[in-house]
């Protein structure tokens, strides 16, 4: 029986990959935001000016950021539980 689990501490720079990784999360977060910013003024523009296409966009946009948010913030707990669904197999 093989019995191994992640090692934190195997390799040197783990601990700045993982401050690099939450930065990067962090970015990820303030971006969503901007894109739905950018997203809802698209998405009214589009609206008052009887502009469906750019409605549309707008829509879109703001569905996409918040996906995006969802991915980003959800990211460590989806990564544990697929781990934990792996270990299971």
């Known amino acids: ?11 040197p720079g783990i601990e700045q990959l993982r401050v690099i990784v939450g ?8 971006l969503s935001v901007l894109a739905l910013i950018i997203s809802a003024i698209v998405w009214g523009f589009g609206a ?16 996409a950021s918040c996906g995006a948010a969802i991915v980003c913030g959800a990211s460590v ?8 669904v792996g270990q299971a197999v």
């Open 23 to 30: 930065a990067v999360m962090t970015v990820g977060l303030i």
């Open 77 to 84: 707990t989806l990564i544990n539980f697929f781990w934990n």
């Open 1 to 11: 029986m093989v019995d191994i689990d992640p090692n934190g501490t195997g390799l």
């Open 48 to 63: 008052n000016s009887s502009n469906p296409h750019l409605a549309s966009r707008g829509k879109t946009g703001v569905l």
